[in-house]
């Protein structure tokens, strides 16, 4: 699956206008948490796209186009995304099991925790927060990191 099939996923699990929804910046933070967990978990990326070191956390640039013109209003629900009705039961569990544990956080929130995390902060070489960056955060640094974050 490809980055963009899992934030369908996510988006589609949300609820817009509750502390379950989600926005672009929440959006971005989940995606890291969900591809750094996967790679701690069974050894290979939950999806290739890579990950980017921005000012506001991990970025997958890719999905981050996808969505900008939401702003940092809450994402619209997909309609009938085939590909969301077709994931496979054991992928479904896990990516049920991220959303349940960050869904109720907000994108600044996820923002700050992944501020302090290494995967972030060695991926921006020391630049502060302010300056921007397409640094990449490799998957191998996120799964060293989540396999002794768990």
Same mark, same amino acid.
């Given at each position: 699956?490809?980055? !963009? ?7 589609? $699990?949300? +609820? /817009?206008?509750?502390?379950n929804?989600?926005? #672009? @910046? ?12 996967? $790679?701690? @978990? +069974?050894?290979? /990326? $939950? ?10 956390? /991990? &970025? &997958? ?11 940092? !209003?809450?994402?619209?629900?997909p %309609? ?8 496979d039961? %054991? ?18 929130? @996820? ?5 302090? %995390? =290494? ?7 020391? $630049?502060? =927060?302010?300056?921007?960056s ?6 191998? +640094?996120?799964? =060293?990191?989540?396999?002794?974050? #768990?």
């Amino acid at each position: 699956m490809t980055a !963009s099939d899992i934030a369908k996923f996510f988006i589609s $699990l949300s +609820k /817009p206008g509750t502390s379950n929804n989600i926005t #672009n @910046l929440k959006l971005q933070k989940i995606l890291y948490y969900a591809q750094g967990k996967f $790679l701690a @978990l +069974k050894g290979k /990326p $939950l999806f290739e796209e890579e990950i980017e070191a921005w000012v506001h956390g /991990p &970025v &997958v640039p890719e999905v981050y186009h996808e969505y900008k013109k939401f702003g940092y !209003s809450d994402i619209k629900q997909p %309609e009938n995304d085939e590909i969301i009705k077709n994931i496979d039961p %054991e992928l479904k569990a896990f990516l049920e099991k991220i959303w349940k544990e960050y869904k109720n956080k907000t994108g600044k929130e @996820l923002e700050e925790a992944t501020h302090n %995390e =290494d995967p972030w902060k060695d991926a921006r070489n020391g $630049l502060p =927060d302010f300056i921007s960056s397409n640094a990449k955060i490799p998957q191998k +640094k996120l799964k =060293d990191f989540f396999i002794t974050a #768990n």
